[in-house]
Nanobody, 119 residues
Framework: QVRLVESGGGSVQAGGSLRLSCVGS????????MGWYRQAPGKQRELVAV???????NYADSVKGRFTITRNNAKNTVYLQMDSLKPEDTAVYFC?????????????WGQGTQVTVST
């Protein structure tokens, strides 16, 4: 079992920035990737970004060039730097851990952190 704890959500005006952090603990050797999903009110949960243990990354088209995912393997921590935020980025953001083999399979979820972007 992998436990994931997010922090860093909050409210910001459009054009601003936020940085999310997620610390993993437990059986971290069971996963080879960590990522971020988000869910806006009335919408399906969607993948935002994922990073492998080796540093490979993948982003949703809607956040490319604005969001950056990084990780510190020694600290079992993954970060999501969000710049040029838009109101449509408003959502609950979930940290995830799983296996990335051609496709990212989520096995563990954090509790979520709210990000609100106002005009």
């Amino acid at each position: 079992q992998v436990r994931l704890v997010e922090s860093g959500g909050g409210s910001v005006q459009a054009g601003g920035s936020l940085r999310l952090s997620c610390v993993g603990s437990g059986r971290m050797r069971d996963i080879n990737a960590m990522g971020w999903y988000r869910q806006a009110p009335g919408k399906q949960r969607e993948l935002v970004a994922v990073i492998s243990n080796g540093g490979n990354t993948n982003y949703a088209d809607s956040v490319k060039g604005r969001f950056t995912i990084t990780r510190n393997n020694a600290k079992n921590t993954v970060y999501l730097q969000m710049d040029s935020l838009k109101p449509e980025d408003t959502a609950v953001y979930f940290c995830t851990g799983g296996r990335w083999v051609a496709q990212y399979f989520v096995e563990n979820w954090g509790q979520g952190t709210q990000v609100t972007v106002s005009t």
